[in-house]
Structures are given as C-alpha cells and as structure tokens.
C-alpha cells in the first residue's frame, strides 16, 4: 500500500497527463455532436490538466468548512444533467432509455463536474479579479455621472445600425395583440400585462394622430434604446466604482455594443427588455444596500426605491410577483431582528402589485389573469399520457376530450412548449377555467398511475432551461413586424436605399447564449455564497431567481399545487442523499484501509437488507398476480355486519394486507372497497379517508411477513427477529388500528372535517 502511495506521489503529474488524456478522449466519445478532432481533444487534456494541477495543489481547501459538500453537490447536479440529458432528443422528440453504462457515465461527469466547480471556486475566490465588494474595505467612490454618460452614449450610438436595419423596429405577436387590445379590438387580458399594453398604446397613439402607425413604433424604439443605454451604462460605471479591473469593464462594453443581440433586445417591442433592466437596477441596489452595507437599507429612500422597482417589475411581468415574494422571505431571515420596516415594505407592495393586478384591473380593464397560463407544465404532462396512450379512466379522458378532442392532441402536441396547445382553435378554455378543482383532481389521479411519464415530460419540457448544450428549436429573437392590419411594415433602408442585406447579415450573426448556461451561473453563484459563509449575497441573485423559476416551469407558472407536489417528489430522495453526504462527510474513513473496514464490517447488514428487499417486492409482485387483493374485495363486499365490527374488520385486513404489500399496492386493491364499505355503514366520506390512512399506516410493521422489520433487524445486528414481534403487534398495530375505528366511528374528531 505505501509503495503505491509512494509510487503515485512520484509520478502525479504523468498519472494527472494520463487522466486527462483518457478523460478528454472519452468526453469526445460520448458526446454525440463532438468529433473527435486531435487538436480539440489535445486542447481539452491540457484544460483537465491544469485544472487537476490547481486542484491538487489546494486540495487541502477540500477540508475547510462548505467547500467539499458545496464542490459534491454541484458535481452530481452536473453529473445529472449530462447524463439525462443525453436521453433526450430534441428532433426526434424523444426520450431513450437508460442503461447500465449510464452508471459509468455518471460517476464520469460526477468526476468532471466536481473538477470544474472546484476549480471555478478558486478562480472566485482569487483576488485579481475581485472588487471591493465588502464592508470594511477602501470606501467606494460616488457615482460618476460623466462615466455613466459616456458608456450610456456608446452603446446608444452602437445599436443606431441595429436600428436602422429594422427600422421603424420590431414588432412580435404578442405586442399586435397588445395594440389590439390598446385599440379596443380585443378584450383586456392580463395574459398580455396591462400596465406594458398601456404603454405600447401610448405609443401607437401618436402614430394614430399623425396616421402613421410606423412613427409610434420608431418613437418606442428609440425611447427602450434610451432606458435599456441607460440602465447598462449603469450597471457598467457600478461594477467600476466597485473597483473591477478596467479591461473587464471595457470587455463588457464591447460585448454589451457589439453582440448583435443585444442591439435586437435594444429595439425589439416587447415587455422582456425593459423588465430585465429594472432587474439589473433591483439587483444593483439589494447589494449596495442589503449585502455590502446592510444598515442602509432601511433608510426610507432606499425602502421606496426597492419597493418601486419591484412593484414595476411585477406590473411589467406577470412572473414578478415571484420575486417580490422570495425577496421578501430572504429579506425577513436578513432583518429578522430589525424587523419592523422590512416587513412593512414587504407587504405594502405585495399587497399593492396584488390589488393593481387584480381588482384594479378587474374593475377598469375587466382584465383577468388566464388560468391556462399558470398550468402549462401540468397540461403538459396530461397531453403526454394522452398521446403515448397512458393509463387512463373514463371519466379522465372525458375531461381530457372536454379541454381538446382526444384526437386533436397528437397535432398539437410538442414536448418543448405548451403554446401549440393552449392556443389551439379547438381548446376550450372557458371550460378550464370553469373547472380548476376538477383539472388539479385528474392531474393528480393521472400523475399516479403515469409517473414516468409525467417525469419524462417535466425533463424534456424544461430541457432548454437546465442543460448546458439545451436546443429545443424554441425562437427567442424576433426580427420583423408581425402580420397586421394597420400598415405597419419595415422600410429596410440597407436593403432599399444601399441594396445590402444587412438585415439578412445580422441574423446570420446572432449567436446566444445558452439558457441552460445562465442558469448554471446563477446556481454556482447561490452555492459560491453559500460556501463562502456570504449567504447575504443570494438576496440580490434572487432577482433572477423569479423568471429563471418561472422558466423552468415551462414558460408559465405551475401552479400551487403541481409545484408543491413535483418537488416533494422529485427532490426528496435528492435531498436525503445530500444531507446525508454533507452531515456524515466527518464520519468517513480518511484512508484506503479505513474505507476497507467500513465496507467489510457493513457488508452483512447490506446483504440481508438488499436480499429481503428483494423478495419483499417480488412476494407483493406475487400477491398482486395471484389477485389477492381482488379476493380480499370479494370478501368485504360480502360481508354485512354492524358499524363497529365492520369498522374493526376493515382496519385490521388493511393493516394485515398492509405487510406483505405496501400501502401504495394496498390502497390500489382494497382501497375503493374499504372506503365503500365504510360509507355504507354511516361512516362520513372524509373521515372513511382518515380512518383508512390511519389503517394503512401501518405500512411494514405487522409481523410475520413485513419486510421494514426484517431490514432493521438487520441494520441493528438483531440475529432473533421474532422478539421484536409481540411488541410491534400489542404495542403498535392494535392501538394504531384502535384509533382508526374510533375515527371512524366519530368518537376522535377530525378538525376541520
């Protein structure tokens, strides 16, 4: 063992160059859209090579407080992301199947993962490129008016081409509709935010007094170039004062004036723009006044300052309303001794965006948000089971017919976005609207009996938001005046007057950034904060947080209750996972012979446990194919007994059945009957429910055959399992049982039934 440790130190760097070399090789192998160009794989060795060097050279910092757990956590996300989405296919719609080499993959880009965000930390924490960006330090300088000029003016002057090129601008369709609705066209709809379409009509009317529709577009242009100049020459002359490198600065300028799209978000009209700005000056503010000099914030300029900016945003927006809510509970933990005006700002305009949003608009503009725009993903995930033919019952596919002819759904159907759908001809919204209990009561019975599908959709409908290399086809830049019917048109003046296809040559040149890649900045930003015991600084990222939650929740918000229940189901046994890595890293053994011991002296306990887990599901397998369940249903339906005994009978087949099985097997099979039964002797329908949970919570611990005692005996190094019978029966599964039957027999009351 020590000549291999020996032998190791030696030649590091050669195993380190060996390393890197296989890994490069490997990555181009896998990596689909990647050939496996010598030059590119010889390029990416010498990356891993140097950043196996840094990280060994600092690989004490691993030790040190949040740097392990934060560097783990954000490899297997990464690990995650790869492998699944390697599955999905984007132009063949599909989604493959997974197999035992993922498993290699996976500790592969886990390996990769964990690598790169090490090496991004030191990079982060490397004082070369930081600014005086806390307390304590050299004072800031003031604003400097002239350098926010100066910026302000060049990249005005930088997007001028952009906007000649599509001069009067660019007119998406979802601003015609804002104009129609502005022109008494359409009806209000909140869908298309009031307070953007009350703008925008502003605008149109000077062209409509001057019977030119193109001048009110030209005039809009110009005045979002002027605010969106303004709020980056801003942020530019921040990150100066914040004393940043000037060549980082001048870069940003450069990239900010030079990237073509951002001379097309300059220009283009539509709500986005002018929200993502005040962002920018939202976020500005939250760490001048929150992370850096904490006490100002709770000056009554900097309150009112905040809460405009976050009132704005939500009327331009519809999704910031989101961030108003997670900025306000992160400024509460922030605050929470200082209490008083944080939550009185909090709530005022909370209060204020919810009563201009709704009754205020209610009442002048009969403008109502849509119900269809908060339920994409789930009706998403209810199209899926309908077009790959999903288990579903009767009265779930008449509702599904109801919402969109069953065989329409396979026209519109794309996995990547809900709009084919919602806007489909066919689709009664009024219906949905009518019936929001109904669509939550069968999204949820579907999602029970089409798990996987319901995941495979919620994966590929967000596919674009969380992988790094995501192309879902989806076109987020516009470039010319949508079809309408009041003469509004581009003049291309390149093209007319110099016969140069300028516009046609800036397309070309539009390259973006990919979502997933924003997102994966903001995370590794959060978990920066976090490992660098600077939490204070994830209020100002938080901003961002809204849309990009928003976003990942497939371009519309997912309601109450479909995001309470996906992410308990999703992230819990992630969760689980990481607290324990992060609580019991302390425990591991620290070298090779201490991981052998470990492992030997557990090896027993994880043999009994797999083995009986094992045929413990293949004996509930078993049961369920001999129908069981149906025998037990026939009995019960047979049976016709007073309440008490037939209360007392139906708990204690339930908590027998509950063993051998488990409660999701035993509710399928004797779950309607029990619950008929009961309600047929007098018991009420909810507390028939109540009772039936408490029945069923018996789950793996009535004796002889349930598989929990049997694993826990073995984790415990309990050789004589049957000792543990007799008080698992009298001390737990009568008195549980007992309970039940006085639920159901209304003895306990059920508050709030």
Known sequence: MNRAK?????NSDILSLILSITIANLLFFHQEKWLMNPVYIAGLSILIYAGLKAARKNAY??????????TVLLGILFSLMIVVGQKIHADSVSFLAFTGFDIFWFILYFFVGGLLFFDLYLAGVNTAVRGRMTSGELPVPKWNQRKWLLYSVILFAAWVPTFVTYFPGIVPDDATVSMAIAFGEMPWDNHFPVFYTLMVGGFMLVGYIFHNFNIGIALYSVFQMLIMAGILGDLLEWIERKGFKKILIYLGLAYFAAAPVFGNYAVVMWKDPIFSGVLILLALILIDHVAVNPDSFLEKKVLISYAGLMILASLLRNNGIYIGILLSAGLLVVYRKRLKRVLITSVVSIGLIWFITGPVYVYMFSAENVFVESVGIPLQQMARVVVTEGEMSAEEEEFMDHLLPLEKYQDYYWPFLVDPIKWAPEFDTEYLD???????????????????????????????????GGETKYEFVKTDIARNWWDMYQNQPFENVLGYPMQEKIVEKYDY????????????????????KKSVYIIPLLVITGPVATLLEGLASFGED???????????????????????????????????KMLLSTAKQCCNCGAVSLFAMACSNALNQTSFGDDMTTILSALSLPKFVMILIIGYVIALAAGPM????????????????????????????????????????????????????????????SVMFKPLIFHYCIPVVFVGVLVAMGILPIIGG
């Open 434 to 468: 009518s019936h929001k209990k109904e669509f939550f009561h069968v999204w949820f019975s579907m999602l029970t009996k089409n798990f996987d599908v319901y995941v495979k959709q919620y994966l590929m409908g967000t596919y674009g938001f969380w992988h790094i």
């Open 562 to 596: 479909g995001v309470g229940a996906m992410n308990i189901i999703i992230w819990v046994p992630v969760l689980i996972m990481v607290i324990c890595l992060i609580e019991g890293r302390k425990m591991l053994p620290k070298t090779l012979e201490g991981w052998t």
């Open 513 to 532: 950034i990919s979502t997933g890649l924003l997102v994966w900045i903001l995370l590794f930003d959060i978990v920066f904060c976090w490992m660098r």
């Open 662 to 721: 488990n409660a999701t097997s035993t509710t399928v099979s004797l779950g309607p009957v029990a619950y008929s039964a009961m309600v047929s002797v007098g018991v009420p329908p909810v507390t028939a429910i109540v009772a039936y949970l408490i029945f069923a919570s018996t789950e793996g611990a009535s004796p002889p055959m349930s598989s929990p005692i049997f694993v826990s005996s073995s984790i415990a190094g309990l050789d004589d399992v």
């Open 61 to 70: 910092l691993l030790k040190h407080g949040r740097i392990l757990p934060g």
């Open 6 to 10: 020996n032998f190791m130190r030696g």
